[in-house]
C-alpha cells in the first residue's frame, strides 16, 4: 500500500515537471469550453448535460495522450529496469501508476466545476446530475486511464502507445452507437459493454450499481492485463 | 551468501546463459569478465529479479527466487548499465523517491543517508540540479548512490565504468574499493586491468557460459600461456644484442619490438618454458656496456588469457 502511494506521488508529481500536464489540459479546457458554450445559451438550459455527453468522447483522446508515457518512457529511457530491481511488487508498480493518472484526470475536471458556478448565476440549476455528472467521469476517467495503462505497457514507443489507447477508449465510447448494425441477439451485451450507456445513466444522477459495477470491472480487467503484459514481458 | 546453480536464459530460440554455477561468498569482490554480448548483463539482471530464468535456481543468503523476489530485491543495491535515471527529476528528489520505495520512512534517517552519500559519491554540488543536465560520470555516480541507499549487503553493478573518463573510472574504482572492504559485490566489465585491480575473484563468461573462475593471480599461474619479457637497451646494435639474447637458451624467441624511446632498441623475449630468464638475462647484458633502459616482464598476461578463452571459434 505504501508503495503504491510512493509510485503514485512520484508520477502524479510528474505530470506537473514536465509540461504535457499543463498542455494537455489547456487542450482539455479550450475543447470542451468551446464545445460546451457555443451551443449553451442557443438551447438556453440551466445545465452541464451537453458538457458531460462531450465527456467520453474528448477522454478518449485526451487519457490516452496522459497515460502514453507511464511505461512506455520507462522503458525507453531505461529505468523500468531501476524500477522493477526495487522492493516493489509488479501489482504495486502498475496500481501506483494507474492512481496517478486517474488522480490528474480528476485534477483536469477540477477548473470545469467553475461552469456549473456560472450557470447558478444565470438559472436555477440541479445539483444531483452535476454531482452525478462529476462521480461518473471520474469512474470513466478510471475506466479509460487503466486502458491507456495496459495500452502504455505493450510498448516502449509512445506513440504506438498513445494510438492503441485512443482507438481503445474510443471503441469503448462509441460502442453503443453501432447497435444497429449488431444482430439483434447480441445487442444487449453489446450494450453493456459499451462505456457510453453506463456512463450517461450516472451523469444523469442516477447512481446504479451496475453501472459501478461495469466501471469498476474494466478498471480491474485492464491492470490485471497490465499486470500480465509485465509478468510475460520479463 | 550467493548460490547460483544451473542458471539458464533462453530468448525465444537464442541461448543467452548457459548453465551457470556459482557461489559467492560474503564480502567477495567478483568480476564479472566478458566480451560484449557474452551474457554478462543477462546474468546480473537475473541475479536482481528483473528476469526470470529459463531454468535454475538462485538463493541469496536464505531466500530464492522467484517466491522470495522482494526480500532478495531489498538486499541488493543495482546499477544497471549506463544508470538510466528519471531525466526530469532533480537529483535531490530522485534520491528522496528511491529513499521511500526503498523502505527509509523517517526523514531524519532520510537526510543522514543523503548526507552519507553525497560525501561517499560526491554528490553535494549538484543536489539540485535536473538529472538530465548531468554529465556521463554525475549520472553513474548518482546512479551509485542509488545502489547504495539502504547500505545494501550486496551490491551488482553493470559495467560502472563504461563510457567514463580515466579520472572518473579511478574516482568509481576508489568508490567500490571501498565499499568493498565490507560488502558484497559482483560488477561486470570488460576492462581487464580494472577486474585485476579491485577483484578478489574474476569469472571470465563466453557465449553465456563461465569459462574461468579464479583470483587473478591463480589464473595468470595456472594459464600455459607464455610469459613475456620486455627490454630496452640503449647503446647496442639491434643484431648484436639480439644474437646475444638468443644465445641465452635456444628455447627462448627473441623478437624485435618498436623502440619505445629514440634511441634505444626494444625486444620482446617469449618464454614458453617456466623458467625465470630474468637472471641470466641480466648477467649476459651486464659483461657488455649496454645500458638497460626497459626491463619488465609483461602484466598483460590477463588480456592474452581473456582473448584466448573468449575468442575461439569466433
Known amino acids: ?234 | 551468501m550467493i548460490e547460483v546453480k544451473k542458471l539458464t536464459k533462453y530468448y525465444k530460440d537464442f541461448l543467452a546463459v548457459d548453465n551457470i554455477s556459482m557461489t559467492i561468498r560474503k564480502g567477495e569482490i567478483l568480476g564479472l569478465l566478458g566480451p560484449n554480448g557474452a551474457g554478462k548483463t543477462t546474468t546480473l539482471r537475473m541475479l536482481t529479479g528483473y528476469f526470470r530464468p529459463s531454468s535454475g535456481s538462485i538463493k541469496i543468503k536464505n531466500f530464492k527466487m522467484p517466491e522470495d523476489t522482494i526480500k532478495i530485491k531489498s538486499l541488493i543495491g543495482y546499477l544497471p548499465e549506463s544508470a538510466p535515471l528519471y531525466h526530469n527529476m532533480l537529483v535531490y528528489d530522485y534520491l528522496e523517491y528511491i529513499a521511500r520505495i526503498k523502505g527509509i520512512d523517517d526523514k531524519e534517517k532520510r537526510y543522514d543517508r543523503f548526507l552519507q552519500l553525497s560525501d561517499l559519491c560526491g554528490l553535494s554540488s549538484i543536489m539540485a540540479k535536473p538529472i538530465a543536465n548531468l554529465s556521463k560520470g554525475l549520472k553513474q555516480r548518482v546512479g551509485l548512490a542509488h545502489a547504495m541507499m539502504t547500505d545494501p549487503e550486496i551490491l551488482i553493478l553493470d559495467e560502472p565504468t563504461s563510457g567514463l573518463d580515466p579520472n572518473q573510472i579511478a574516482e568509481i574504482r576508489d568508490i567500490i574499493k571501498s565499499i568493498g572492504k565490507e560488502k558484497t559485490i559482483i560488477f561486470s566489465t570488460h576492462i581487464l586491468s580494472e577486474a585485476e585491480a579491485t577483484c578478489d575473484r574474476i569469472a571470465i563468461i563466453d557465449k553465456g557460459k563461465v569459462v574461468a573462475d579464479d583470483t587473478a593471480t591463480h589464473l595468470k599461474q595456472n594459464s600455459k600461456h607464455n610469459s613475456v619479457i620486455k627490454l630496452s637497451l640503449k647503446g647496442a646494435l639491434k643484431e648484436d644484442a639480439a644474437s646475444l639474447l638468443q644465445a641465452i637458451d635456444s628455447s627462448l624467441d627473441v623478437k624485435n619490438a618498436d623502440p619505445v624511446e629514440e634511441g634505444l632498441v626494444s625486444f620482446e623475449i617469449i618464454n614458453s618454458g617456466n623458467r625465470d630468464f630474468r637472471p641470466d638475462i641480466y648477467l649476459k647484458i651486464k659483461e657488455t656496456d649496454w645500458i638497460i633502459a626497459q626491463f619488465s616482464k609483461e602484466s598483460q598476461a590477463l588480456e592474452k588469457i581473456f582473448r584466448e578463452l573468449t575468442s575461439k571459434e569466433a
Open chain 1, 1 to 234: 500500500m505504501k508503495q503504491i502511494k510512493n509510485i503514485a506521488v512520484k508520477e502524479f508529481k510528474d505530470y506537473f515537471i514536465s509540461p504535457i500536464a499543463y498542455i494537455v489540459m489547456s487542450l482539455f479546457l479550450i475543447v470542451t469550453g468551446w464545445f460546451f458554450f457555443s451551443t449553451f445559451f442557443i438551447f438556453g438550459r440551466a445545465d452541464l448535460r451537453d458538457f458531460f455527453s462531450l465527456l467520453p468522447i474528448i477522454f478518449s483522446f485526451i487519457i490516452p495522450a496522459i497515460t502514453m508515457r507511464l511505461f512506455s518512457e520507462e522503458k525507453n529511457v531505461g529505468s523500468y529496469e531501476t524500477l522493477l530491481t526495487m522492493p516493489v511488487s509488479f501489482t504495486e508498480v502498475a496500481l501506483g501508476k494507474f492512481f496517478a493518472a486517474t488522480l490528474f484526470t480528476a485534477s483536469m475536471l477540477i477548473p470545469t466545476i467553475s461552469y456549473p458556478i456560472f450557470i447558478s448565476f444565470i438559472g436555477e440549476i440541479d445539483p444531483g446530475p452535476v454531482i452525478g455528472g462529476y462521480l461518473g467521469a471520474v469512474f470513466l476517467a478510471a475506466a479509460y486511464c487503466s486502458l491507456g495503462l495496459f495500452a502504455s505497457s505493450l510498448t516502449r514507443n509512445q506513440i504506438i502507445a498513445f494510438i492503441i489507447g485512443c482507438a481503445l477508449c474510443f471503441t469503448l465510447t462509441i460502442l453503443d452507437k453501432l447497435l444497429f448494425f449488431m444482430p439483434a441477439k447480441i445487442i444487449s451485451v453489446i450494450d453493456y459493454i459499451g462505456a457510453n450507456s453506463h456512463f450517461s445513466n450516472i451523469s444523469k444522477g442516477i447512481i446504479d450499481s451496475r453501472d459501478i459495477i461495469y466501471f469498476v470491472s474494466v478498471v480491474f480487467i485492464f491492470i490485471f492485463s497490465t499486470y500480465i503484459v509485465m509478468h510475460e514481458k520479463n
